[in-house]
């Protein structure tokens, strides 16, 4: 059997190209532009411009602008007293960074939570007929958690009537006590027509509570989940509930995102799902299996946009784990999001699930289509800005054996694999460049089950400068990595089984978001 061969050199280095390797010169970057140029830091992933980063906080459309805030301490690049952090988008990709929005006070730090817009100002914190934007976040009490107290983490609220850009406490926090729970945090907040009330929902321990409210002020306890469902390796965080309609059909079902810490299904942080019905009260699951977003290792706490224009539910994580969060060999700033991804349901067989993709404004920011040969053993030189990344589409047949390598200079590489005898996909970042930071970081190989089936599937992979993020049929199948090569990966190497088992290979170079940041 002829074994077809691809190998893309993809050069962020090499000048000296011969006459017959295709060549490109693309420059996006003005002499002033410094901010995103440190080794590891994204390109066109949200990062700090500096300090830790953790959970997206406070995902929230308004006024034609998609806030995002976030965990973050301003004086480390490690954990410590977190604040929210806040930016600005149009469209998901370009951000403006914005002062701190919400610092600890006497109550606490200020953990993860949610942030709605109160359209009808049921909360009465609207000002000249404006409707309020409202936070609910936790607060996480230092000294009581210290003390040895079991209920050091509450529920507070704040209110923007200036778009979000400077909140107020509310004087009554907390609006939610705790009942002696030691993780009993990360509050999400929607309004349920049916009910014609707020619901919040928030995690305690190994199980989730439901509150109801009329003005998001005055919250009532009205049920539970979980006790007996998904996975418990670890302390449930980040929760998100949201009914979507199954693809091509009227249908509806309700979707609860619940992360977890440890436990994931290779190692360290993940996050589950659970697709069934909610009447306001009660969260009633179809399966009983477990069901992971991603089966990478840095895709955590990712929540979703309340009041998005299309209804859409796009999802940002955090592009971490923490087996090794705080280790990672960045120096100035810590952490980076996901890209942000569309969340649909489909049928598959009798059961439906979740698949995640990234949204299609992503690619808007493709800068140049590579041209290439694919006869058998092609070889292309790109002579490129190092501030591009790549965007690497093509379809195969993974009833049959597929490797896809991303390889460098430095003879550092990252694998992932096909292998319909075992009936998994793997990804391999044990030579994927630094490495040695965290003892969990590249000690086993990733692997997911799939099925087999014969025809043509999508394969996506999106690589930034210390990411790789692969889709397999449109989000069916998800790895989300980091990786910290000592120089950008400048060989792809996809080894499949045979001439007629992938097929419409496309490679597009993706420009940086930051080169207007100032």
């Known amino acids: 059997m002829q074994r077809f061969i691809l190998l893309i050199l993809l050069s962020l280095f090499l000048y000296n190209c011969r006459d017959n390797e295709a060549q490109l ?24 411009q500096a300090k830790w980063m953790n959970d997206p906080n406070g995902l929230v459309y308004n006024n034609d602008t998609y806030h995002l ?64 934007m409202v936070a609910i976040f ?47 945090r990360d509050p999400k907040v929607f309004w349920h027509d049916a009910s014609n009330k707020w619901i919040l929902i928030l995690v305690a321990g190994d199980h989730a509570l439901f509150y109801n409210s009329d003005n998001l002020k005055d919250w009532s ?27 091509n059909t009227d249908e509806e079902k309700w979707v609860l995102l619940i992360s977890i810490n440890p436990g994931g299904p ?54 971490s784990n923490w087996n090794y969060a705080q280790e990672t060999p960045t120096e100035e700033w810590r952490s980076a999001m996901t890209l942000p991804r569309k969340l649909t349901l489909y049928k598959d067989g009798e059961e439906v699930r979740l698949r995640n993709y990234p949204i299609n404004e992503f690619d808007n920011l493709v800068a140049e289509e590579v041209d290439f040969s694919t006869d058998l053993e092609t070889t292309i030189l790109l002579k490129t800005n190092p501030r591009l990344g ?43 460049g630094v490495v040695d930071f965290g003892k969990e970081f590249a000690t086993k190989k990733q692997s997911q089950p799939y099925l087999p089936q014969d025809k ?28 910290f090569p000592a120089e950008t990966y400048s060989r792809l190497l996809i080894s499949p089984a045979d001439d007629e088992s992938v097929e419409n290979i496309e490679i597009n170079l993706i420009k940086s978001v930051w080169i207007d940041e100032e």
Request: glycine share 8%.
């Open 25 to 48: 010169n693309v420059d996006y970057l003005s002499s002033k532009d410094t901010i995103y140029s440190e080794q590891f830091r994204p390109q066109f992933h949200f990062t700090p």
């Open 390 to 432: 790549s965007d690497i589409t093509f379809r195969a047949n993974l009833t049959k054996p597929l490797t896809v390598k991303l390889s460098n200079r430095s003879r550092e590489d990252f694998v992932f694999a096909a292998n319909p005898k075992t009936q998994l996909l793997t990804v391999d970042r044990a030579n994927s």
């Open 456 to 483: 043509m599937v999508e394969v996506r992979m999106i690589v930034d400068a210390s990411s790789v993020e692969i889709f397999v049929e449109k989000g069916k199948y998800v790895f989300t990595n980091q990786v």
């Open 266 to 319: 290779n190692g360290g942080s993940a996050t589950q799902y659970f697709i069934g019905n909610f009447d306001g009260k009660t969260f009633t699951p179809d399966h009983l299996d477990v069901r992971w977003l991603d089966y990478g290792m840095d895709n955590y706490a990712g929540v979703t946009y309340n009041h998005t224009p299309k209804n859409e539910r796009i999802l940002i994580g955090w592009m």
């Open 221 to 247: 306890l009205v049920g539970d989940f979980g006790k007996q469902f998904g996975a418990h390796g670890g302390v449930w965080e980040c929760p998100d509930l949201f009914k979507l309609n199954i693809d």
């Open 138 to 184: 936790t607060y996480h009490s230092m000294e009581g958690e210290k003390a040895g107290r079991s209920d050091f983490q509450t529920q507070g609220i704040a209110y923007s009537n200036d778009d979000g850009l400077t909140w107020k406490k509310y004087k009554g926090n907390p609006v939610i006590k705790n009942d002696s729970i030691r993780d009993f």
């Open 69 to 132: 805030y976030y965990q973050y301490y301003p004086d480390s690049t490690v954990w410590g007293p977190m604040h929210w952090g806040h930016a600005e988008s149009k469209d998901l990709l370009h951000w403006t960074h914005k002062p701190i929005a919400l610092a600890p006070d006497s109550l606490g730090y200020i953990f993860s939570g949610s942030a709605v817009v109160d359209r009808n100002n049921t909360s009465g914190f609207g000002k000249d007929y404006k409707p309020p």
